[in-house]
């Protein structure tokens, strides 16, 4: 026998889940002989590509992890008092282990599935009453992508809701974070929002304003008091947003109690790593009477069908902003898992814990700052939380360069410094800082003297009185053991892609690998700081390249921006970009976005958001765009198209044949294409945006690009362009990454969430050109396999000119009204079958919409569809009168364990048929932890944050 010493594991028979057994199998139920035979009859011949993908060959998962370990090391980790929204944190380790590394809570999908998410439902509770309790404010939501976007939200929400259409006056303290005013100024100018940027002292409120903007501490670190502020402004009927660090909070009087009406920020430094700027959770918090107007997801409490306790996302059908082109918001994916984090870290750390940790940071800032003045440096605030500013004069050089000797970064501006401190800082920290301080100056280190008795320099009206975090949930888990099993309770309710796969159409859950996510909490990549110099993060730099050239590879475009957070927030990106191009070329009045009726809402949302009006093109029988009446619109048009947007392949799941017309079309009529890139799942390898006539695309990477979703974010949003749009790519004020005529930001970090990236990185560097093709063609195998098993049982729509589907398909539901079986059914009876359900009711209402991806093997395809077909027999059960109309297990679906063991059980069929209906379910059983969720009853009486569990059921005896 030879041995191969040569062999290596193909990370590619990781990801790519189906063998060649299973493969062979699959392509003779569909009915063709070869892999290739069927792309040839799904994906049409004109677009495809000419030649493979030129991409570096394929690493292992050892010599990627390897290779990444040299990469990583270009990064140095200084000590970090730059603040500025971003400041170094301990992520306790029984949450980053058991949350932040785990995939039980990362592979979880956005918790529209109410009943198997009452983990994440309930951490998101905790993280909302955080926010609520230390804000002072009336109701919050479950988080938004960062604190200059949230800030944007606000402004936004307060322009929407203004009474008075004449003002179109926003202002701005000029003590708001630099970034997060840019952020305004790109969200204010397709509205015309003038931005006054001022000092809030000097203002003077006038109707022209709606609303006005500030930061608690503010940027140079002073704590002011806003309170004759937010009065002036509210006797002219003016809005006051603030953005708050949540920390100061526990020492600070909070803005809910001196007038805020909109409270924004960011949570980071509650155990979020600082990950070169995120991702991390921001929030937003508000008064109740504009619950209908809050931008982002909202969690609420309700009861299930057993009248018991349970939770769900509030107030939307699908999302309650995102209504198209009426939208006040586009956000869709937010920052779920790092809210989790967040609120997670409150409920270990607790009220007391919280507060000391404030005020050993708040310590030994007053430590700093008075062992600086006793040595001769002039402290320029009279009363601050953690951030100090030194006028440094010709000092200025002698100090960075001493700090840059001990590995430390401070925040400099001209001859200015500030320094903010964290969590992480110790006293040794701080004698340090003053021993360089007074090195430059010439003292001697042992005549100095550091003073450790320190007061507060917050005066007696800007202290906190008010209690908060009095839940017993904050109260309650302290020891790590306790902690520990409250997490794992939590985490145990909840279905993942640990349990069963998660066939989300348009939503792509394919693996998560492990090796993707393990360098994401390397210390090199976690604890950089997002405006750290550059010379410092060039590991960095190298993962930022190296990703942006094989995205570019991929689309086919020139160049990406990896700014944008989130797939909605690169719409918006292009969208702005498109709007530049034309602007520049003086077409100021092209504003009309041409979108398909089956196009996704954040398209519509996006565009207004980008100041445009939308002209809705219509569908044909088949689900094709119709390609008539869009060239009629085009040209009606024409003067101010600005552009189309499009799905590809289609939000059906079909390649479209008439695509490269419908560009040509649009391109002849002035206007520029912008492909919604959610279903690149479909295309990588095979053909890409630029390909088949496009000018902008964004790429979702918590879809087609392994970020798992995290129970509704992190996501990343990047977008890749045509050469001529390259110049307006997103800018920055903070780091210089502008291009000749960038667009300001659209997200607080120059590269957003930058440490996610890696995992899309890794995936790409691991399959190599190849392996992301056949990942494309298994995507298309699995589910035209699937299709192939169920068409006999459920009505697929649309299916391309072969009879084939994309990488997803359209289940047929709504004959079964006829007989009172609605989809909502269907998607809770497939829990008990151990699945999560998959898209309900999006493009076609009424469907389901089901994409397995690559990353799942044949027999697992094998039990959902079982499930599936068996569902269907209960369906026909129902129609021949064999199950009751009403009291059958779809109608009751789902059942849970008290349910299924009560010594009672009335219904017409068997205990074993509700929780056991098909063999395997034995060996898979997962439990709703509670019954169908009652949507209706939660949304009559909103509830957002944690109720003392005992009132809240007394009140259900008495209702
Ligand atoms: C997921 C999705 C989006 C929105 O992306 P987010 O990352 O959630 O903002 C847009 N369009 C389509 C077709 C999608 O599937």
């Known amino acids: 026998m030879s041995l191969n010493i040569h062999y290596q594991e193909d990370f590619q028979d990781r990801h790519i889940a189906p063998n060649a057994n299973d493969t062979a199998a699959m392509l003779q139920a569909i009915g063709v002989s070869s892999i290739d035979e069927l792309i040839e009859q799904t994906v049409p011949q004109k677009i495809r590509l000419k030649s493979p993908l030129n991409l570096p060959k394929a690493k292992s998962e050892i010599e990627y992890l390897t ?65 609520i309790d230390l804000t002072g404010m009336e109701i919050a939501n479950a988080s938004l992508l960062d604190e200059g976007t949230a800030a944007a939200e606000a402004m936004f929400m307060q322009y929407s809701l203004r009474k008075n259409q004449q003002a179109t006056k926003y202002f701005v303290s000029d003590q708001v974070f630099a970034q997060t005013i840019d952020i305004l100024k790109t969200r204010a100018q397709p509205y015309g929002i003038e931005l006054v940027i001022g000092n809030h002292i000097d203002f003077t409120a006038t109707a022209e304003f709606f609303g006005a903007i500030v930061q608690y501490p503010a940027g140079n670190g002073e704590v002011f008091d806003y309170t004759h502020f937010a009065d002036t402004l509210h006797q002219q009927n003016i809005k006051l947003t603030v953005i708050a660090d949540l920390l100061s909070l526990t020492l600070l009087t909070p803005p809910g109690e001196w007038g805020a009406d909109v409270v924004v920020g960011t949570t980071q430094r509650f155990g979020v790593p600082m990950g070169f700027g995120g991702p991390h959770a921001a929030y937003f918090a508000t008064k109740d009477e504009y619950k209908r107007s ?71 800032t007053v430590c700093l700052a008075e062992s600086l003045n006793q040595i001769g440096y002039q ?161 960095y730099y190298t993962v930022f390249d190296e990703l942006d050239k094989w995205l570019s590879e991929i689309t086919g475009f020139a160049a990406m921006s990896l700014q944008p957070n989130a797939g909605a927030q690169g719409e918006y990106a292009g969208l702005m970009v498109i709007r530049a191009y034309h602007q520049d070329r003086g077409d100021h009045h092209r504003n009309i976005a041409l979108i398909p009726a089956s196009a996704h809402g954040t398209n519509p949302a996006s565009a207004a958001m980008a100041g445009m009006k939308i002209v809705v093109v219509k569908s044909l029988e088949n689900g094709n765009i119709d390609v008539d009446d869009l060239k009629a619109k085009a040209e009606q048009h024409a003067a ?207 469907t389901l919409m089901v994409e397995p991806t690559e990353s799942e093997p044949k027999h697992e395809l094998d039990r959902f569809c079982d499930a599936l077909i068996a569902i269907r027999k209960e369906i026909s059960s129902v129609e021949n009168g064999s199950l009751d109309k009403v009291d059958n297990p779809l109608k009751n679906a789902p059942h849970t364990s008290a349910v299924v063991t009560a010594n009672e059980w009335s219904h017409g069929y068997s205990r074993q048929t509700a929780a056991f209906p098909l063999p395997y379910v034995a060996d898979y059983k997962f439990w709703p932890s509670v019954g169908r969720v009652n949507d209706s009853h939660g949304d009559r009486s909103l509830i957002c944050a944690c109720p003392p569990l005992e009132s809240y059921l007394e009140e259900e005896v008495t209702a």
């Not at 029984?94 to 999908?109: A, S």
């Not at 605030?381 to 440094?392: E, G, S």
């Not at 600005?642 to 560009?663: A, K, N, Q, R, W």
């Not at 918590?702 to 362009?721: A, D, E, Y």
Request: proline share 4%.
């Open 379 to 539: 402290v320029l605030n009279k009363a601050y939380f953690d951030t100090i500013q030194i006028n440094l004069g010709e000092l200025t050089g002698s100090i960075h360069k001493e700090c840059l000797d001990n590995n430390i970064n401070l925040n400099y501006k001209g001859n200015q410094v500030s320094i903010s401190l964290d969590e992480t800082v110790s006293f040794e920290d701080v004698k340090l800082l003053v021993r360089i301080f007074s090195k430059v100056k010439g003292i001697a280190a042992d005549s100095l003297t550091i003073v450790e008795e320190v007061k507060t320099t917050i005066s007696a009206t800007l202290q906190r009185q008010s209690s908060y975090l009095l839940h017993p949930v904050f109260n309650s888990h302290h020891s790590e053991h306790e902690m520990l099993r409250y997490i794992k309770s939590l985490e145990t309710k909840d279905l993942s892609l640990c349990h069963s796969m998660i066939a989300l159409g348009s939503c792509t859950m394919k693996l998560n690998a492990t090796s993707e996510m393990i360098p994401v909490t390397w210390p090199e990549f976690g604890k950089v700081h997002p405006f750290a110099p550059a010379d410092q993060v060039l590991g």
């Open 294 to 364: 809050i931008p982002g997801r909202i969690i609420g409490v309700t009861i299930d069908s057993n009248n018991n306790y349970a939770l769900r996302m509030a107030l939307q059908t699908r999302e309650q902003h995102i209504r198209r082109d009426k939208a006040t918001s586009n956000i869709c994916t937010a920052q779920a898992l790092l809210a989790i984090m967040a609120g997670f870290y409150a409920v270990y750390h607790g009220p007391k814990g919280l507060k000391l940790i404030a005020e050993r940071v708040h310590g030994l």
């Open 640 to 846: 101010d198209l600005s552009c189309l947007m499009v799905t590809y392949p289609s939000t059906h799941g079909v390649f479209e044949e008439s695509i490269i017309d419908i560009c040509n079309i649009i391109h002849q009529n002035g206007g520029q294409v912008y492909m919604d890139g959610a279903n690149m799942n479909a295309q990588v390898g095979l053909t890409s945006p630029a390909n088949i006539g496009a000018d902008v695309c964004h790429l979702n990477l918590h879809k087609t690009f392994c970020i798992p979703h995290g129970g509704g974010g992190p996501g990343m949003g990047p977008i890749g362009v045509a050469a001529h749009l390259v110049k307006y790519l997103p800018g920055h004020s903070v780091v210089d990454i502008n291009n000749e005529k960038s667009i300001p930001a659209v997200s607080s970090a120059p590269w957003g969430s930058a440490s996610i990236l890696i995992i899309s990185h890794a995936y790409i560097a691991m399959m190599g050109g190849e392996g992301l093709t056949d990942a494309t063609k298994y995507a298309i195998l699995n589910a035209n396999y699937m299709k192939a098993r169920l068409e006999a049982h459920y009505p697929v729509l649309y299916s391309g000119s072969q009879g084939r589907c994309a990488h997803e398909m359209i289940l047929d539901c709504r004959g079964f009204k006829n007989f009172g079986i609605e989809v909502v059914d269907i998607a809770k009876r497939l829990m008990d079958y151990g699945f999560h359900a998959p898209t309900v009711s999006f493009p076609v209402a009424g």
């Open 67 to 131: 290779d990444l370990r040299q990469t990583a090391s270009l990064n140095k980790v200084y000590k970090s008092y730059i603040g500025q929204g971003y400041y170094d944190t301990l992520t306790p380790g029984v949450i980053l282990r058991n949350v932040m590394e785990n995939p039980g809570w990362y592979t979880q999908y956005t918790p529209y599935q109410a009943e198997i998410a009452q983990g994440r439902l309930q951490a998101l509770l905790n993280f909302q009453t955080m926010v």
